[in-house]
Structures are given as structure tokens and as C-alpha cells.
């Protein structure tokens, strides 16, 4: 006998000695390595809830700067309309708010908070309240109370300052219930404002 015989014997052998379905398991396993055909699928499920975070996040990113200018222009138009008048009362008060909410549209505000307050400052610029006037129609704070925050360069001698303090919550976008921690479902825009009378010594407010 050839070695040549020999050889192709002892390979025949060695086929004949591996484990059965072997060859065949290496081939799917080769195949499989090779088969790119669901790939973009698999791209796409990975890649699309992070797109659609983004772009949910950029959503909310706008609406929320385009609330906070809003609060900030109503805070500021509320206190503007205040200080032209020589007297206030309840009633007038009253409709400060629909002013507010009329600037924020096309948002719709639930749960905004405002209260407005006239200060008065004596000869030794103490800043005290004269009266104040809150949403519900209480007093928002104690007449001849003393007023801390009124920024230095408004706080002067023998002058009147009408204050407004405006809350606006805005919820934020969520996918669920429990998608957000308990408690930050929503956040409140704070806004406070300062404004000289327009006419006279002072403002005053017949029945607050």
C-alpha cells in the first residue's frame, strides 16, 4: 500500500473519530457569524428610546424657558398695572390674576400663586408692608411688618415700592406614574418684582 493510501486512511479515521454533529454545529455557528441581516433592527430597537429621550427632553426644554419668560413678563406687567393707580382695592386686585393667565397663552397655568404688596419705606428706610393682598383674598402679610429683600438700589427714604411674588408650577413630561422620583413630577417658578409708584407719595388700598 501508497503512503499515499496510508494517509487518506488515518484522515478517514480521525472524520470518523469527531463528535457527532460536530461539523454541522461549527457551519450555524460560522453562518450565523457571517449573517448581518438583522443588524439595523437591532440598531434601531437600541438607539430609538434613547432619540426619543432626547428629543422628550428638548420638547420640555422649550416649553419650560417659554413658561419662565412668561411668568417673568406677567410678574412684572401685574406690579406695572398696580403702580399706575393712586388706589387699589380687593375687586381691582382680583382681576390681576386673568391679566397673568392671559399672558401665558397658549399654556394653560393650574395652581398659579400671586400676591401683591405695598410697601412703604420711612425717612430711615425702614421697608415696612401698608398692605398686601393675596389670590384667595386674604392678607397676605401682617400690616407694619418688616420688609427684608428690598433690593438697595429701590430702597429709599421716604418713597413706596408695590411688590408682586408670583408661583407657577409646571409639570414635567413623564412616561409613567413611577418614572419620576416622588415629588419632582413638577417644578414651581418663582418670581418677584419691585415697582415705584407712577403718581403720588404712595399707593393705597381701601379695604385690604
Do not use: H
Amino acid at each position: 500500500m501508497s503512503p499515499l493510501d496510508n494517509l487518506a486512511r488515518e484522515k478517514a479515521a480521525r472524520s470518523d473519530a469527531s463528535p457527532a454533529g460536530a461539523r454541522p454545529f461549527a457551519a450555524l455557528v460560522a453562518r450565523f457569524a457571517q449573517d448581518t441581516s438583522g443588524v439595523g433592527a437591532i440598531e434601531f430597537a437600541i438607539l430609538v428610546p434613547v432619540l426619543l429621550l432626547l428629543y422628550l427632553g428638548a420638547l420640555q426644554t422649550t416649553m419650560a424657558l417659554s413658561v419662565a419668560q412668561r411668568a417673568s413678563r406677567a410678574a412684572g406687567t401685574v406690579a406695572d398695572i398696580v403702580t399706575q393707580q393712586p388706589t387699589v382695592s380687593k375687586s381691582a386686585l382680583s382681576a390681576m390674576p386673568s391679566v397673568a393667565n392671559a399672558i401665558f397663552v397658549p399654556y394653560k397655568i393650574t395652581g398659579m400663586t400671586l400676591k401683591i404688596t405695598g410697601i412703604q419705606i420711612d425717612a430711615s428706610s425702614k421697608a415696612t408692608v401698608l398692605w398686601s393682598w393675596e389670590q384667595d383674598g386674604t392678607t397676605a402679610y401682617v400690616a407694619g411688618s418688616a420688609v427684608t429683600n428690598v433690593p438697595k438700589d429701590l430702597n429709599k427714604a421716604s418713597s413706596f415700592l408695590v411688590r408682586t411674588e408670583m408661583g407657577v408650577p409646571f409639570k414635567l413630561i413623564s412616561f409613567g406614574p413611577d418614572f419620576l422620583p416622588s415629588g419632582m413630577n413638577s417644578i414651581t417658578m418663582q418670581r418677584q418684582y419691585f415697582y415705584r409708584q407712577r403718581t403720588g407719595s404712595s399707593i393705597t388700598c381701601s379695604d385690604c
